[in-house]
């Protein structure tokens, strides 16, 4: 059977991986600054997570949630205090697009509304309604047209407002930072009117912040910079580093009903050791300091570098745009440095995405390396 073939890829064959890098199948040693697309949170193979996951398959691996599994609980009052979400209640799935999925759907059932309000350049995942409020039209079928979302320029509060007012809308779904379209940032004014709008119009805010999350800004959530609070938080990627494992964060207000969401895998023995493992280490190494401080040092040397026009994003989230596409300085750090970063959705612009436990000297290595090709290549210069 041959594969579905939906990807492009490198011809590069990792076969062992560690802390910020990895390394194929000849012994090449790659510097990963796209963390698997920024899924690595706390490093390759840490070995408390690796202890944590190898320990809870000796016991048991699965089982469904019919019954107790009580390190959903332990991994939930880990989150509530990283996060300082306490009390919000805590669903876990598998997968990015599923939490929005449930996101959207809680939205739904709590205000007995349809519509959804989503931004222009946002992505949200690939499955149904998920896609809908995605704003890459090249990405929907035919299906994914259901009529009941509208988007809304980011940072045009006027516009949000007027839609609101109708009191016909469930939900208004945001990124924390908007990380596929290239590190697009929502004005902290704009959130703030954002979560007052949404109070006053009885519309549920959704932040999506499956890949602003986890610490990659340099706060736990990227909303927290804004000091507003959603009414409900999807998050994936670095919670499981990359064990498959999301979740749907609801305020207390929304009250569960047995049926209303539902899945096989989620939030099973084995995703759970993974998400603790991932909190402890957040913890204990304090990756969220480091984003930021790692991700300040970065963007301040970055924007001293000329042919950048514009570097956006904070912490560990860093998106840089050029006035050329960026594939060919992104394909030289690949094959001449060793070095993968990110693409994104607008060509110009490269994303950095690297674990959280980056160092200063493995940032030093991509400066050097990021600087050399810019300074040693004439045909980028126009
Ligand atoms: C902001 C955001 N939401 C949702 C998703 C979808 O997540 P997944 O690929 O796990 O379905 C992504 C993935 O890139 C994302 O960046």
């Given amino acids: 059977m041959k594969l579905f073939d939906v990807y492009p890829v490198y011809p590069i064959n990792p076969v062992k991986a560690k802390g910020a890098f990895l390394w194929d199948e000849k012994g090449n040693e790659y510097l990963d600054f796209y963390g698997g697309h920024a899924v690595i949170s706390i490093g390759h ?81 690939r ?25 809304a320029e980011l940072n045009d509060i006027e516009l949000v407002e007027r839609e609101l007012s109708s009191g016909d809308y469930a939900a208004v779904i945001i990124e924390g ?32 912040e499956i890949q602003s999350g986890y610490g990659r800004t340099g706060d736990f959530f990227a909303f927290q910079n804004a000091g507003i609070i959603p009414d409900i938080v999807t998050i994936a990627k670095g919670m499981g580093n990359g064990f498959p494992i999301a979740g749907v964060l609801l305020k207390p207000e929304i009250q569960p009903k047995h049926g209303m969401l539902g899945t096989t895998f989620g939030g099973n023995h084995l995703a759970c050791a993974a998400g603790i ?21 970065l963007i301040e040397k970055l924007r001293k570098i000329d042919l950048v ?44 995405l690297p674990p959280l436990c980056v160092t200063k000297e493995e940032c030093d290595r991509f400066l050097e390396a990021f600087e050399n090709i810019l300074a040693n290549e004439p045909f980028l210069q126009h």
């Fill in 309 to 352: 026009k514009s570097v956006r994003g904070r912490g560990l989230m860093i998106g840089m745009e050029f006035d050329f596409p960026a594939a060919d300085l992104r394909k030289k750090l690949l094959t001449e440095y060793n070095i993968f970063t990110g693409s994104s959705g607008n060509q110009n612009v490269m994303r950095l």
């Fill in 277 to 297: 493992a991932v909190l402890e280490v957040i913890e204990t190494e304090h990756l969220v300091e480091n984003s930021k401080y790692m991700g300040e040092y």
């Fill in 177 to 208: 930072i908007q990380g596929f379209s290239g590190i697009n940032v929502p004005e902290k004014s704009f959130l703030i009117e954002l979560r007052n709008l949404c109070t006053r119009f009885g519309t549920m805010l959704i932040l999506d």
């Fill in 127 to 151: 499955t149904s309604l998920a896609v809908e409020v995605t704003s890459y039209s090249k990405m929907k079928a035919l299906v994914n047209h259901t009529g009941n979302v509208t988007f």
């Fill in 45 to 125: 193979s840490h070995p408390h997570y690796v202890e944590g996951i190898s320990n809870q398959l000796k016991n048991i691996g699965f089982y469904s949630n019919s019954v107790l599994i009580p390190q959903q609980e332990q991994l939930a009052d880990a989150l509530g205090k990283a996060s300082g979400l306490q009390d919000f209640q805590l669903f876990l799935c598998n997968s990015g697009a599923e939490a929005v999925e449930n996101a959207l759907k809680m939205a739904s059932f709590h205000t007995g509304r349809k519509k959804i309000l989503s931004f222009k350049d946002s992505f949200h995942g």
